[in-house]
Every structure is written in structure tokens, then in C-alpha cells.
């Protein structure tokens, strides 16, 4: 790469990466930017936002005096992998940057950790990696010209430009040194728009079953990252095809239930994936619309999770699934256990799960208990059920999902006008635990917790009624209780 083909990005990285670049000159060593960072500059993503990988000849104890004095933060946490990570203020703000030295891992058999041993070149390091697209290095020292060179040995850039993955080595050598690598597939594949290699697919249809030695952590890492790619369907297909998902996410290749010629409904494995990709990003400048946009689109990819089990027939009605929903939230809640997800993560996704439908049973028009009584189940999740709920309609009728739209608007600004009348957001009785207790004359008891209850349900059906009212309904419900 010579200097006059040097794009812009690239010399605003160099330029960046330039002193650091001097310090491992004026110790004997080579460093390479290398894998991603590459590849995302030769595709022209903003390198603003880019997190620097290098690699080099120098063992750990010597890339950490490269750094002493430059970095404004270092952490040895992986040194034993020959990984060195550092922190420093830069024109961008806080840049972080790895550091590893060359390398050859291997993972045994029945082993979740590579056997990491360090290497001396810069193409047994890049043979070693996963894909030929990440296989690429810009070395950044010791060349004749002064000008950074490519190494790309295994035609990584032109992969790229043809829209193809493959291995660096047989795809079997690469898939059984990190199984792992055939869930990144899936991801790179509905990332760039790639077509794997006959010989890739062949392997992870041979593979699969590897999967199991992987940490439930880790899969749930690669899962996050895809579900929350601009375009996640090609990878999610991907995951179905080849049978990975049958080792980590089988619920999901159960959607694809048998067509019963008789009694046709919709494939729920297509209509899945359509709503989890009809789930947007919410727009960065509308705060007011604000929502988390993976926790959703992981709400999506559960919703219909309970269909399989429900599955029945009714005549005049065709194909049903009564309860899939409540069905459905609990197998949410055992997989996304076993695949070691946060507490909260659980709750918000199975809740959504369990009130996916709740929108639908309201046909008859909203009262405003009804209203209450949505925001109030939905709580702090509201914002994510009500997108849910609107990219739950996949139909090709343009008039039913005008009319499911229409009335979704409808329930929006219903929810809107009660807010502005009543503190929807925070939906309490009007009185508390202490005002029942001087009231009714009572100490904490199962007394107070059923007053608070029934003075929810007045709130709930009727509003705001006042104090003075709702002391007067709960000595009333207090004397016929007695």
C-alpha cells in the first residue's frame, strides 16, 4: 500500500497509532493494526468509533514497556494469552487498544480454553484467525518504503469484495480449534451481506454438535451481537440451516411446523424472524421514544416461543394456540437461564413474552381502567411492549395492518391523554401503607397489604378519586371485612 493510495481514514489512524508505532520501533520490534480494525477500514466504517487490535513479535513483559508512559491505563488480565490492553485520551476521547503478541492456539477435544503458544511471524498469527476477511494486517513498522503495507495472505480483501467467507485454513481445522467461530459465521454473514463457502457451511453442518464444549456466556455474547445488527435474518437463518441452532437456541427451529395442507397457518419461524428485523433502532434525537432496542428485538425472537406446545385445531377456527403466550414466557425464562443471561435481562424479556398479546384482547374499544391496567403490567417496559406489539404485525393484508396500526395509535394517545391527567408512570392507590394503618387502627398485617390492594383496583377502574374519597371507600371495605 503505497502512500498515494492511502485513503483519508487511514491516515487519520496512522497518524493516531504514529507514536505508539515509534515506541515499538526504538525497541526492535514489529506491530501490526490487524482483524477487524483492517477490515472496517477498507470497507469505510467511521474509525471514530473504532477499538484498536494489534499485534506483534514482542512477548507481553516487552509490549508493557512499549506502553509504560504512553497509555494512560494498562491491564495484564489476559497477559497469560499474550493479550496486553491499554487505555489512552486521544482527539476521539477514550480509545482502548489490545496489544497480543503472535500467535497459535489450539483448543483440545473436551476444552472450552485454548492451549495458547506465541509464534514469530505475522502469517502463522494470521493463519491461525478466524475468517480470511479478519486474516488481514496492516503492519505499521519496518517497512522499506516508510509507508504501512498490507499482509494478506489469505485474500482476505478480495473476499470482502466478493462478498464471501471463508477460513483461512480448512474450514474443519478452524471451526475445531474454536467452535465458537461457527456462531461468528452467522454473524459476519448478516453483517457484511456475505455468502459463506461451500466448504464453511459444509463444515458447520459437520460441527455443529461441537457447539456443546463452548461456555453458555460466550454463545450468549455471539447471540447479543447478532440479534442487534441492522439486518440479523440472514445469520438467524443460518443458526436454523445448519443445525447450530439446535445446540443453543432449539426453540427456534421448532417454529418451523409442519404445513398441515388441511388446516394452513403461517410458518412462525418466518414470521419470527420478520419481527425481529421489522424491530429498528429508536431514532438517537427522540428521547420521548426511547426504548431498549436489544432487549426488544430479544422479545421478538421469543414472542412466539410457545406456539409449538399450544398448537391445536378448532373447527370454524382453524389453527390455534391458546396460551402461547403465558407457555411461551416460560420457556423464555428457562432458556435464557441456561444461556446464563442477567436477571434483569430475564425478567424484562420474559414479561414482554407474557404480554404480547395482552394489546389484542382489548377489541372492543379502551376504557380507561383498560389503559391503566396495561401501563400498569407493562411498568417500566412499556415503551419496548408497545414496539413489540406493533412489529408483531407481519401480515400481507395492507388493510389489517392499517386497521392494527390505526388501532395502536388509538392506544398511544389514550395512554398520552391519561398521563397528563394522572401520574400513570408510577401507578399507586392514594393512600399508603402508613395512611391504612392509622386509619383502620392496625399494625403491618395481611389487613394493610388487602386494603392496598383494593384501594389499587379503585385506582386502577376509576382514577384519582381524591384522599378524602378513597378514605371513605376504605372504611367502608374495612367494616363489611371485619
Not at 482483524?35 to 509490549?63: C, F, M, W
Not at 506502553?67 to 491491564?75: D, E, N, R, T
Not at 392507590?429 to 402508613?434: I, S
Not at 394493610?448 to 377502574?461: C, K, S, Y
Request: glycine share 6%; proline share 5%.
Amino acid at each position: 500500500m503505497s502512500a498515494a493510495v492511502i485513503p483519508e481514514r487511514f491516515t487519520q489512524v496512522l497518524a493516531e497509532l504514529a507514536p505508539l508505532v515509534q515506541r515499538f520501533v526504538d525497541a526492535g520490534h514489529r506491530l501490526y493494526l490487524v482483524g477487524g480494525a483492517v477490515r472496517d477500514l477498507l470497507l469505510g466504517e467511521n474509525t471514530n468509533e473504532l477499538d484498536y487490535d494489534l499485534t506483534t513479535d514482542a512477548r507481553p513483559s516487552q509490549i508493557k514497556a512499549c506502553l509504560h508512559g504512553w497509555a494512560s491505563a494498562i491491564w495484564e488480565q489476559g497477559e497469560r494469552f499474550g493479550t496486553i490492553g491499554a487505555r489512552r485520551s486521544t482527539g476521539h476521547g477514550e480509545r482502548t487498544f489490545e496489544i497480543t503478541t503472535f500467535r497459535s492456539d489450539v483448543y483440545a477435544d473436551d476444552s472450552r480454553k485454548p492451549q495458547v503458544s506465541f509464534s514469530d511471524t505475522i502469517d502463522e498469527d494470521l493463519a491461525r484467525r478466524d475468517f480470511t476477511i479478519n486474516a488481514i494486517a496492516l503492519e505499521l513498522t519496518g517497512a522499506p518504503s516508510g509507508h504501512p503495507v498490507l499482509v494478506d495472505p489469505h485474500g482476505g480483501a478480495l473476499d470482502l469484495v466478493n462478498r464471501v467467507l471463508r477460513t483461512p485454513r480448512a474450514p474443519q481445522l478452524s471451526f475445531d480449534d474454536d467452535p465458537l467461530r461457527m456462531l461468528r459465521a452467522a454473524r459476519f454473514i448478516a453483517r457484511f451481506g456475505l455468502t459463506p463457502d461451500p466448504g464453511v457451511e459444509a463444515a458447520v453442518l459437520a460441527s455443529a454438535a461441537r457447539l456443546e464444549i463452548v461456555s453458555a456466556e460466550r454463545i450468549r455474547d455471539e447471540l447479543d451481537k447478532l440479534i442487534v445488527l441492522d439486518q440479523p435474518a440472514a445469520g438467524l437463518w443460518f443458526y436454523v440451516d445448519t443445525g447450530l441452532a439446535e445446540h443453543f437456541l432449539p426453540e427456534l427451529p421448532a417454529l418451523r411446523l409442519e404445513h398441515d395442507p388441511i388446516h394452513r397457518h403461517k410458518d412462525v419461524l418466518s414470521h419470527t424472524i420478520a419481527v425481529v428485523s421489522k424491530v429498528r433502532p429508536p431514532a438517537a434525537d427522540d428521547a420521548a421514544r426511547a426504548y431498549d432496542f436489544r432487549i426488544t428485538r430479544l422479545a421478538a425472537l421469543f414472542h412466539d416461543v410457545g406456539k409449538p406446545r399450544t398448537r391445536g385445531y378448532q373447527p370454524g377456527k382453524g389453527t390455534t394456540f391458546h396460551h402461547h403466550d403465558a407457555v411461551g414466557a416460560r420457556i423464555t425464562r428457562k432458556r435464557m437461564e441456561a444461556l446464563r443471561y442477567p436477571a434483569a435481562d430475564i425478567a424484562a424479556v420474559t414479561s414482554l413474552v407474557a404480554l404480547h398479546l395482552r394489546f389484542h384482547t382489548y377489541k372492543m374499544g379502551w376504557t380507561d381502567s383498560a389503559v391503566r391496567r396495561y401501563v400498569r403490567d407493562a411498568g417500566s417496559h412499556l415503551a419496548e411492549l408497545n414496539v413489540l406489539t406493533r412489529c408483531d404485525c407481519t401480515t400481507r393484508d395492507a388493510r389489517k395492518a392499517a386497521t392494527l396500526a390505526k388501532r395502536m395509535d388509538d392506544l398511544e394517545e389514550r395512554i398520552a391523554e391519561l398521563a397528563t391527567q394522572e401520574e400513570l408512570a408510577s401507578l399507586r392507590p392514594e393512600l399508603d401503607g402508613n395512611d391504612v394503618m392509622e386509619l383502620l387502627g392496625v399494625g403491618p398485617s395481611r389487613t394493610v397489604g388487602d386494603a392496598l390492594a383494593f384501594l389499587l383496583e379503585i385506582r386502577l377502574d376509576e382514577g384519582l378519586i381524591g384522599r378524602d374519597q378513597a378514605t371513605e371507600r376504605l372504611l367502608a371495605w374495612h367494616a363489611a371485612h371485619r
